[in-house]
């Protein structure tokens, strides 16, 4: 079992910056890859970024590369999302993940809890 803690979603202007944070515990040795998702009311949960455990790879989609920035510590097992530039369309509870590379929920095992990321216009 992986138990995912996150932190740091809040209201923020548009053109605004927020950094999530998820902090990981239990048996994290079987962890290849830590990902955020987001979900809008009423849409699917979307992919917004992946790190493999090492933190030498990342990946984004296109509606947040160049301003979403994914990154680890390994020391403190806590993977952290800077966001830049948000927009209102960025609104939605974000929920932090681990399990395996990929970009689908199905690729990731552990769920966090969520944290309610509002921006307003």
């Known amino acids: 079992q992986v138990q995912l803690i996150e932190s740091g979603g809040g209201l923020v202007q548009a053109g605004g910056s927020l950094r999530l944070s998820c902090a990981a515990s239990?048996?994290?040795?079987?962890?290849?890859?830590m990902g955020w998702f987001r979900q809008a009311p009423g849409k699917e949960r979307e992919f917004v970024s992946v790190?493999?455990?090492?933190?030498?790879?990342?990946y984004y989609p296109d509606s947040v590369k160049g301003r979403f920035t994914i990154s680890r510590d390994n020391a403190k097992n806590t993977v952290y999302l800077q966001m830049n530039s948000l927009k209102p369309e960025d609104a939605a509870v974000y929920y932090c993940?681990?399990?395996?590379?990929?970009?689908?929920?199905?690729?990731?095992?552990?769920w966090g809890q969520g944290t309610q990321v509002t921006v307003s216009s």
């Open positions: 239990g048996r994290t040795f079987s962890i290849r890859a």
């Open positions: 790190v493999n455990w090492s933190g030498s790879s990342t």
């Open positions: 993940a681990a399990g395996n590379w990929g970009t689908s929920v199905n690729d990731f095992g552990s």
